[in-house]
């Protein structure tokens, strides 16, 4: 089987669908979990996802939302420029910032922004949005490949995996190294389905290029939806929960992304 790491992204409060990729990642026999931020926002009840995260002995890094709750900032730091969406985001962040406990918060404050290991001999660089900036967008779409080898040249790494775009991807770069969006847990991936989604990172030996598996996650998102309901949050984050497309975060897509969606 050779060496298997599971990466998470994006949790975004979602518990039910967090316990459903542990439980699969158990299954799988795979021993080494790594979740690359944004473990509030969107869901209900933030404070679930701690246990999940401690019991599956899951290593976590900071993303943008955990930054801005742990250090009792104003807003997300989410990058989004749309009124819109700003609006969304401050119902999400203020209900997240409230239901989080203070020692939560201040477990998150001391997250570190970076995880780096090595798969085979292979640098492997863990971030939230990129090597550079935790808020940084990377799309499929607009990202030139040149730019992702400079970050593999700037940061001294083989593998650079982020999150933050709420959509998974990757690509193998000229040099043989490569860049992988590893997607997130927290909403569905404005695909149609309530399914979503994290990625396992495989090596069988030095000399092999790793495999990157991009898994679906199918979990009760009727029982989210219902807890959502319950906490009082948008309709709008209900409906995405349930049939799979976004309806807020919109306007940050590239147009390409944007015109996979329904709205």
């Not at 967090?18 to 969107?42: N, P, Q, V, W």
């Not at 292979?122 to 607009?142: A, D, I, K």
């Amino acid at each position: 089987m050779g060496h298997q790491v599971a990466l998470l992204g994006g949790i975004y409060s979602n518990h039910l669908a967090l316990a459903a990729a542990l439980a699969d990642i158990k299954a799988r026999g795979i021993t080494e979990t790594y979740c690359l931020g944004d473990l509030g926002a969107f869901g209900p009840n933030p404070d679930k996802v701690f246990g999940l995260l401690e019991s599956g002995g899951v290593r976590t890094i900071q993303g943008n939302y955990d930054n801005s709750i742990g250090n009792g900032l104003d807003d997300c730091q989410c990058g989004y420029t749309d009124p819109r969406d700003n609006y969304f985001a401050k119902i999400s962040y203020d209900y997240t910032f409230k239901k989080t406990s203070l020692r939560h918060r201040d477990w998150m404050k001391a997250l570190p922004e970076e995880i780096r290991f090595e798969l085979d001999g292979r640098r492997v660089l863990l971030c939230h949005g990129s090597p550079r900036q935790m808020n940084e967008f990377l799309w499929e779409s607009t990202t030139p490949t040149h730019f992702l080898e400079k970050l593999c040249d700037d940061f001294n790494a083989d593998i650079i995996a982020a999150t933050h775009t709420g959509l998974h991807w990757e690509r193998n770069l000229p040099s043989g190294r490569r860049f992988v969006n590893v997607g997130v847990l927290g909403r569905p991936a404005n695909d149609g389905t309530p399914r979503v989604w994290y990625t396992i990172l495989s090596s069988s030996t030095p000399d092999a290029a790793p495999t990157v598996e991009f898994v679906p996650i199918t979990y009760d998102h009727q029982a989210l939806c219902s807890e959502m309901r319950e906490e009082g949050l948008p309709e709008e984050f209900v409906r995405t929960v349930i049939d799979g497309w976004w309806t807020t975060c919109l306007e940050i897509l590239p147009s390409k992304e944007r015109a996979r969606g329904e709205l």
